[in-house]
């Protein structure tokens, strides 16, 4: 989300690539481009259309928006996939700070959860939780597992399986209940 410019988003097809990476090192105060971390972690997903619905929201209301002098800036990174140099131009960026202009950093988006989490009276967790929330709930709704793992950008399904998806009480109870309609314990 970091690193997402407006050149990966595809309105007409409401397909989002992603083709790049940025982040904040805080212990030297500077913003860093960079590929993805895997070859399979480039990809094209197709958008749901409340993501599409968001998105279509932000470019439409982007002349009005805030900008840091942080935004004139254009880092380069090599691209993984074909060795050439590649640029991402802040200006570009789709989530920009609203108060401040400056790209959004990773930690706000925790810091911003965790208030949330505070406000509803749950445990705190981190954005990243919710990749595993979105795995473990995208098996339990029926997506196959090889679509899954290409929509996380996943070299291995062992990653996906193992690591993303867990097994839920009520996913446990919904198995053996399935299994007793369909004769199988009876």
Sequence with gaps: MIGLTWDAIDFENRTLTVNKTLEFRHAQQFWRAGPPKTQQSYRTIPLTDKAYEILKGIWDNREGRKESP?????????????????????????????????PA?????????????????????????????????????????????KLLGHASIKTTMDRYVHVTTDSLDQAVTQFQLNGVFT
């Design 70 to 102: 942080l935004l004139s800036e254009t880092l380069e990174y090599m691209d993984r996939r074909t060795g050439v140099t590649s640029k991402l131009v802040m200006r570009d960026l789709v989530f920009i700070n609203w108060r401040t202009g400056e």
């Design 105 to 149: 950093k990773n930690s706000s988006y925790d810091t911003h959860l965790y208030k949330l989490c505070d406000e509803a009276g749950i445990n705190r967790f981190c954005m990243h939780a919710l990749r595993h929330t979105y795995a473990t709930r995208a098996i339990e709704s029926g997506m196959q597992p090889k679509v899954l793992q």
